[in-house]
């Protein structure tokens, strides 16, 4: 068989003669080249390097030539290295947390956002600002806002009678410095998408409502909420995957302390990785973490598609 | 019920320098059906939403019966209104769609069941009362968003802002007849938004013709055709539209192209006017006689059922209807007579006189 021989689908080969319509399409294998260059940025961008990690985590390694092959021993120690357990749990309750704090104020913004007139386009600059600000610098202003002596939010909450505010000593200030961070920095995101979604219902529904004589929560539900379905399950994968692989900002925030208290999944690795230089452990445990926002990822989408039904 | 006045009602939305409806007193009145007819852009919708609540004159006031209701926001109004296309709460049931806006009103559970099925028996929706809404076809979708008006108590008036846009044209027919017998049934007043006239035609009790943001008729189907008060109903409603020749009156003779047409039926300053008469009402092959013009056959149009003659009557083109399979050939010489009291002068689009025969009066 050569590369141009016309490829014959089983069924209908069995069934009779060829198809003969006039917009029949010729096959032709020599298509499957049109696919090469693809085939070759994803072999270097993902492929090669997900093989070497999966190389890396089967292995022990000494030096380049002095290797042993371990299996899934790495594996083994990383799920029960009560270190990676504890960041594990931390990571998802902050990702838990995040979704719940972003998810519904994103969208309270954009119902609170105006539908006309010049105000659109100042709330719309003034939503996205912050989007616009690289994670690393969202990490250093937020490193010196929170501050207790130089920091403006930082020193005014510690204005309030009674309250010592200090994340670089204080676990659960530091905790809520950087979810407060993440939530100043990725809310505005939601509400773009819930902002653009909640503009395509057309006017009529509104004055259904109205005539209808539905409360603002009614129609909020009944309408505007109907419609965000599509949005909201974007939103929710992309900030779950987000947060759950946060780095840059708590890195430059707190490097994970004071101890470890925002020690994520993804400072731990690279901690394993960069700073132990532990490539087995690492990269077993960059697959696991791998897999694990893949898994709930899918859950999500799925159970979130699956509902609107 | 009752009858809805406007008074002295216009809207403008930019502040008075353009109206969408010109300052208008109207009545729409109890119980009957009016087609609301014009071009896109007219203020038809305006119009409706005006009446709905949705939209507060810029000038004037609305009366329900007795009631003012200007100021009254649109929940407090009993309105029924359907829109272009389908407007439902689409991750509800049918059921959970018509009793939404009983709900919303505190209705005691086993009176909003009571009168859901009876809105749903009337509109043959009881198959359908456990579908998801958004799963039935347009035209069941617009019955819905109907029968959401219809289930209240009270229903001042049924609204309809073309809701057949979306509909398949086979299924058209029978909803204007289900509409049709809604109306009947109810007894409720329906105003329904066309620029279809056909559709305003057959369905309504009245027409009321809408042009730049003003009435310049209304009246039963018959008489917006047989005799139209502004050139633009004569334009509009009639298929081909009424044909209107220049002329002049001078002396109480109508003269289109320095031919006598006729004479004017009464005292008329003298001065430009456009003659006007229906191709339904142009008859050839009559030989000449009065009112009418001579005319030459440019060309027949062949419909089928009926023949479209054009003519040049005293030098301007003018379509006449003739019987299917009629002798006329391009290039001939013919006369073309007008219906008597069927030939109106129109200056400034409205209506000034009619054109009558030389020797007798209009009948």
Redesign the interface.
């Given at each position: 068989m050569t590369l141009t021989e016309p490829v014959k689908d089983p069924v209908a080969a069995g069934a009779d003669e060829p198809d003969r319509r006039p917009d029949a399409k010729p096959k032709d294998n020599r298509a499957w080249l049109l696919v090469l260059p693809v085939v070759v940025c994803v072999t270097f961008t993902a492929l090669v390097p997900l093989m070497t990690v999966v190389n890396y985590s089967v292995q022990d390694i000494f030096s380049p030539s002095d290797r042993i092959f371990v299996g899934l021993e790495w594996f083994r120690s990383v799920t029960r290295d009560p270190e990676v357990r504890g960041a594990f749990l931390r990571t998802l309750l902050f990702s838990a947390q995040v979704l719940l704090i972003e998810i519904p104020l994103g969208v309270a913004i954009a119902v609170a956002m105006p539908r006309r007139g010049w105000t659109v386009s100042a709330a719309l600059v003034v939503v996205a600002l912050p989007l616009l600000i690289p994670w690393n610098v969202v990490g250093t202003i937020w490193q010196i806002f929170a501050r207790g002596d130089i920091g403006l939010g930082g020193w005014a909450v510690n204005q309030v009678p009674g309250v010592d505010f200090n994340y670089t000593l204080d676990s659960a200030d530091a905790w809520i410095t950087v979810l407060v961070m993440d939530v100043w920095h990725w809310t505005p995101l939601v509400a773009l998408l819930a902002y653009a979604a909640l503009r395509s219902i057309?006017e009529?529904?509104f004055?259904?409502a109205?005539?209808?004589?539905?409360?603002a929560w009614?129609t909020f539900r009944?309408?505007q909420l109907?419609r965000l379905r599509g949005v909201l399950t974007i939103a929710i994968l992309l900030r779950f995957m987000d947060s759950f692989m946060i780095y840059t900002e708590p890195f430059v925030v707190t490097g994970g302390g004071p101890g470890n208290a925002t020690s994520f999944l993804s400072i731990l690795l690279s901690k394993i990785a960069v700073g132990q230089f532990d490539l087995g452990p690492a990269g077993a445990f960059s697959l696991l973490y791998f897999l694990i926002v893949q898994i709930v990822s899918y859950v999500f989408f799925t159970v979130l598609t699956r509902s609107g039904r | 019920m009752a009858d809805i006045r406007l008074e002295d009602v216009g809207h403008s939305y930019d502040g008075g320098r353009t109206w969408a409806v010109r300052p208008m007193t109207w009545t729409w009145r109890s119980g009957r059906a009016y087609a609301l007819l014009g071009p896109s852009g007219c203020g038809k919708t305006t119009l409706l939403n005006i009446m709905s609540g949705l939209i507060t004159p810029t000038t004037g006031r609305v009366w329900f019966g007795e009631r003012e209701v200007t100021s009254v926001p649109t929940a407090g109004r009993n309105i029924a209104q359907v829109f272009q296309f389908p407007v439902l709460y689409e991750e509800m049931s049918v059921y959970d769609n018509l009793a939404f806006p009983l709900r919303n009103r505190r209705y005691p559970k086993d009176e909003v069941d009571r009168r859901v099925r009876a809105v749903s028996r009337m509109l043959g929706l009881d198959a359908h009362l456990g579908r998801r809404s958004r799963r039935l076809d347009p035209g069941r979708q617009q019955i819905v968003s109907l029968g959401r008006g219809l289930v209240r108590s009270d229903v001042a008036a049924v609204l309809l802002d073309e809701p057949l846009t979306v509909v398949d044209p086979a299924v058209r027919w029978t909803l204007r007849s289900t509409l049709k017998e809604i109306h009947r049934d109810t007894g409720h007043t329906l105003v329904y938004v066309t620029h279809d006239q056909t559709e305003a035609l057959t369905f309504a009790d009245e027409v009321v013709v809408l042009k730049d943001g003003a009435i310049v008729q209304a009246g039963e189907p018959a008489e917006l055709f047989l005799s139209p008060a502004h050139e633009f109903v004569g334009h509009f409603i009639g298929s081909p539209g009424m044909n209107t020749l220049p002329g002049e009156v001078a002396d109480g003779l109508v003269r289109v192209g320095g031919q006598v047409a006729g004479r004017a039926d009464g005292p008329l300053p003298p001065g430009p006017v456009r003659v006007g008469v229906r191709p339904e009402f142009a008859r050839l092959g009559d030989g000449p006689g009065s009112p009418g013009l001579p005319a030459e056959v440019t060309g027949v149009d062949r419909m089928g059922a009926y023949d479209l003659v054009h003519v040049r009557a005293a030098g301007h083109p003018l379509v006449a209807r003739a019987e299917a399979g009629s002798p006329y050939e391009p290039g001939a010489a013919e006369f073309v007579r007008f219906a008597v009291g069927r030939v109106f002068l129109f200056r400034d689009a409205v209506r000034c006189g009619q054109v009558v025969p030389l020797n007798g009066r209009a009948g």
């Open positions: 057309p009529p529904y004055q259904a109205q005539i209808d004589g539905a409360s009614a009944r309408i109907p | -």
